[in-house]
């Protein structure tokens, strides 16, 4: 069974920064991409980033571009977020989200086939 996991969520001042990861376990026998979504309160889930296979194509909604970074460590099972510069909007749960791939190749959007629990994520002003 996969299991997807996140850590790194907590509170912090707007101005702040955090780092979010996600690790996989379980065995998704083929190769995958990975990606953020996030909830606020009354809010559908949106999507905040994703990252290909190899690590070598990356996606960002706009609201993030320039303040959030998304990487993966060279084995491939860990993903992380670098989230600078928050702000109060960016208060919700994040989502790590998993896209199992045919080959290596991806291209966004990102596709949903695993999830992880969430972990919340809160800016105060």
């Known amino acids: 069974q996969v299991h997807v996991v996140e850590t790194g969520g907590g509170v912090v001042q707007a101005g702040g920064s955090l780092r979010l990861s996600c690790t996989t376990s379980?065995?998704?026998?083929?190769?995958?991409?990975m990606g953020w979504f996030r909830q606020a309160p009354r809010k559908e889930r949106e999507f905040v980033a994703a990252?290909?296979?190899?690590?070598?194509?990356?996606s960002y909604a706009d609201s993030v571009k320039g303040r959030f970074t998304i990487s993966r460590e060279n084995a491939k099972t860990t993903m992380y977020l670098q989230m600078n510069d928050l702000k109060p909007e960016d208060t919700a749960v994040y989502y790590c989200?998993?896209?199992?791939?045919?080959?290596?190749?991806?291209?966004?959007?990102?596709?949903?086939?695993?999830w992880g629990q969430g972990t919340q994520v809160t800016v105060s002003s």
């Open positions: 989200a998993v896209e199992a791939l045919y080959g290596s190749n991806w291209n966004p959007p990102l596709r949903t086939d695993y």
């Open positions: 990252i290909a296979y190899r690590g070598d194509k990356t």
């Open positions: 379980g065995g998704i026998d083929r190769n995958y991409a």
